[in-house]
């Protein structure tokens, strides 16, 4: 399959990638740099915003700019023409769930709008349970934890009709993704069940997306693939990648056809040589679902 490496990137922890319709341009977040870039689609023109603070995660807002999960909260970020970002806080778990050495990870908007994401301790050697997730609205505010005791939170997404979603923990420790019923009238999970445990598979399940046909597509951190799961939880496809440390996927372009996958290099902001850190493009021959922006 040809895979094709966005020239001029390079993250020392990509991830967060989403494809924003209305601009018909992808975004992806680099955490530690705390940098959020964007490609246009038409000419591959890259730009890049420098934030105050990390960014985990992102979605596109129904009134214009982001929705972003980070160190200190959720905020509504609006990027500025001179690579600023100007970042309004909208909510924030109390310290004592949100304390030092955390942030929030991973996160995405339900179908309905609802923007979701959940907390971690960044250092992943002390393999403490405090991560929770959570939900933000604009007309309900912060709601959660309604996970707890998460390691490192990830993968989250949701199926074709928004009935199930998915939560995978990522730390070692864990390698497991969770399915939920989902209320899509209440905006709550229900019903906890394993969809995968993959402690004996090779690597750990990272950021995920889910296609037109209802799979399940996972980064196999540390695996160097790309694994699509059915709804029935069976393996059907493996993709094997350049770098070990794939971190999210998710599905864009015009046609909703495209996979851009970010990545991680171990060696941080200096650099590793190969493909550690890029971030690429790539068309599996399936079809995407459009996200819904925050507050749509």
Not at 28 to 49: E, F, K, Q
Not at 184 to 207: M, T
């Amino acid at each position: 399959m040809e895979m094709q490496r966005i020239a001029g990137v390079h993250c020392a922890t990509g991830e967060c990638p989403i494809w924003h319709a209305g601009e018909q341009s992808w975004y992806w977040v680099d955490i530690p740099a705390r940098r959020i870039w964007r490609m246009a689609h038409a000419d591959g023109a890259l730009r890049r915003w420098q934030a105050d603070e990390m960014v985990a995660c992102i979605a596109a807002a129904a009134g214009g700019g982001l929705v972003a999960g980070m160190e200190t909260g959720i905020y509504h970020l609006d990027l500025n023409d001179d690579g600023g970002v100007a970042a309004q806080r909208l909510a924030a778990p109390p310290p004592h769930e949100l304390g030092e050495g955390m942030r929030f990870n991973d996160g995405r908007c339900d179908r309905q709008g609802r923007f979701w994401s959940g907390t971690m301790f960044m250092d992943m050697g002390a393999a403490r349970e405090v991560g929770g997730l959570y939900r933000y609205s604009r007309d309900g505010g912060l709601h959660g934890p309604v996970v707890t005791r998460l390691l490192t939170q990830n993968g989250l997404a949701f199926s074709p009709d928004g009935r199930t979603m998915y939560l995978s923990d990522s730390h070692p420790r864990r390698r497991v993704v969770w399915a939920y019923d989902y209320d899509i009238e209440a905006g709550l999970p229900s019903r906890e069940r394993v969809f995968l445990d993959l402690a004996q598979q090779k690597g750990r399940p990272d950021g995920a997306a889910v296609d037109a046909d209802g799979c399940y597509w996972t980064c196999a951190n540390d695996g160097g693939l790309l694994q699509r799961f059915t709804p029935q939880g069976a393996l059907d496809r493996e993709i094997a990648l350049p770098m070990a440390k794939p971190s999210m996927c998710a599905f864009g372009g015009p046609d909703l056809q495209t996979l851009l996958v970010t990545s991680i290099d171990p060696a941080g902001a200096g650099g590793s040589e190969g493909d550690a850190g890029a971030v690429l493009l790539l068309r599996p021959g399936v079809q995407g679902i459009a996200e819904t922006p925050f507050g749509a």
